[in-house]
């Protein structure tokens, strides 16, 4: 690995403004554990990483807004202290459990909330249930910040919407009593392999009937992608086998798969109609 400079700013103005001539050897730094996959396989030469550790406001701490309706997880919440939360766990225990089989306890304790989002590898495990949890981010720059679902981040393999000098600040979770949710990780090689495709579900369900739901599959493409006519399917229905059928063959209809080492596209198809099925069931039987 080559020389670098590690500029550790103490506050997010001192942070803009060594990110900012838009030099692309220049990068802010979460937990920088992709950062260091990327510069041990030489892809990234950084000449200057800015780690946002002490930037201090909405990148710090875990909080409840005073109403109760929305968590707020600031971009350098590490996902050990999101899987250690108590509030987290009351409030929205599919992301603890989506943790248990998240990398290992190492790259855990380190890895951030912003920078995972921002690296938009289409196999992390976190940004389908994010999207399922309908949040949103705060995107914060120098000349201001702007709120967006976490969808919209997404603009293709490894790719996001962020502007130049644009941080991911907070991720912040609409609290859903009402809703449930699950996260299914697929893997075809071995249990802690990344996965051939991630499916995650929130539903209103009242018995056997979806009030309302969010399908989101990820890994199987270039980006984690709401399933639209899927969740039209079954949005309104009663959980039957008719309907979980037309849900699963509406997903591989409307989801672009792609082949890869993991399996071909046809069989990951098949793997989304038998995963979203049993997702939904689980999540009835909850
Ligand atoms: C051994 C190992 C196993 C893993 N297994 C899994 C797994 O099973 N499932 C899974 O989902 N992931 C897994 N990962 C990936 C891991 O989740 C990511 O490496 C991690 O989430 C990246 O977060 P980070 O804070 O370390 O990002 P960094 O490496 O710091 O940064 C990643 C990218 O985001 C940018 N960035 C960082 N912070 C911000 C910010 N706040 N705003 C804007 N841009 C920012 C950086 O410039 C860089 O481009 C694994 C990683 C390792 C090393």
Known sequence: MLGFELSEPATLDEAFDLLADGDPGVRPMGGGTALMLMMKAQIFKPERLVSLRNVGGCFDGLRIDADQSHIRIGGMTTFAEIERSPMVLQHLPAVVRTMKTLANIRVRHVASVGGNLAHADPHLDLPPVWMAHAASIRIVSKSGERVIPVEDLFAGYYETTLGDGELIGEVIVPV????????????????????????????????????????????????????????????????????????????????????????????????????LSRAMHSLAGA
């Open 176 to 275: 859903r009593p009402e809703w449930t949710s699950t996260y299914v990780k697929v893997t075809t090689r071995s249990a802690h392999d990344w996965p051939a495709l991630g499916i995650a579900v929130s539903a209103n369900l009242q018995g056997q009937r979806v009030n309302d739901l969010r399908l989101v599959l990820s890994a199987a493409l270039d980006r984690p992608t709401r399933l639209d006519a899927a969740e039209n399917e079954l949005r309104g229905s009663d959980l039957s086998e008719a309907a979980l059928k037309r849900a699963g063959e509406a997903a591989v209809a409307e989801a672009d798969i792609h082949s890869d080492s993991r399996g071909s596209a046809a069989y990951k198809q098949h793997l989304l109609r038998v995963h």
